[in-house]
């Protein structure tokens, strides 16, 4: 059973930064994918960062590029999303994913694993 856990979310002032952490266990060996996707009050949610098993491949949201950086550890079974400059449209509920893939990939369906969610709040 895989499992997703995600840590960090808090509330902080614009401009200011958070990291996100994903743990994950119960994972069979393989080349994993994961992924960071958000949710704001009354909207879809949305893709923000993919990284790829080798992390030679990041995907990021354009609305996040530049100011978000998604990195992970293979060795903790860990992915990590470090936010800066953060913006009151940041305010989500922010989810991390995980699925079998080589690359990077955006589209949620690739990503049958997800976390509960921890929420990031940006005042202004």
């Known amino acids: 059973q895989v499992q997703l856990v995600e840590s960090g979310g808090g509330l902080v002032q614009a401009g200011g930064s958070l990291k996100l952490s994903c743990a994950a266990s119960?994972?069979?060996?393989?080349?994993?994918?994961m992924g960071w996707f958000r949710q704001a009050p009354g909207k879809e949610r949305e893709f923000v960062a993919s990284?790829?098993?080798?992390?030679?491949?990041?995907t990021y949201a354009d609305s996040v590029k530049g100011r978000f950086t998604i990195s992970r550890d293979n060795a903790k079974d860990t992915v990590y999303l470090q936010m800066n400059r953060l913006k009151p449209e940041d305010t989500a509920v922010y989810y991390c994913?995980?699925?079998?893939?080589?690359?990077?990939?955006?589209?949620?369906?690739?990503?049958?694993?997800w976390g509960q969610g921890t929420q990031v709040t940006v005042s202004s």
């Open positions: 994913a995980t699925g079998r893939s080589s690359l990077a990939p955006r589209a949620q369906n690739q990503y049958p694993y």
């Open positions: 119960g994972r069979t060996s393989g080349s994993y994918a």
């Open positions: 990284i790829s098993w080798s992390t030679l491949s990041k």
